[in-house]
């Protein structure tokens, strides 16, 4: 994982990968999602029309990852 984080993720390989470690997807309002792995969650919108994350959404789902799976990625 790079800094700063790269923009360009798209949103289906993010939640093939949420789901891969056991993860769960949930729809909120509108584009929201959530995000949830064991009792940790993370609310991010839906990229649309693109189908790609920025930078700032990449960041925190960056953050929250680390944090919930303990993923050393240095």
């Known amino acids: 994982m790079t800094e700063p984080p790269k923009s360009g993720i798209k949103w289906d390989d993010v939640v093939a990968l949420i789901k891969a470690v056991g993860g ?19 609310s991010t919108h839906e990229p ?17 990852f680390v944090n919930c799976v303990e993923v050393d990625y240095e």
């Open 48 to 64: 649309h029309p693109k189908n790609v994350m920025d930078k700032g959404a990449v960041a925190g789902l960056k953050e929250w």
């Open 24 to 42: 769960t997807i949930k729809n909120n309002n509108g584009s929201r999602r959530k995000f949830q792995i064991g009792t940790t969650k993370f």
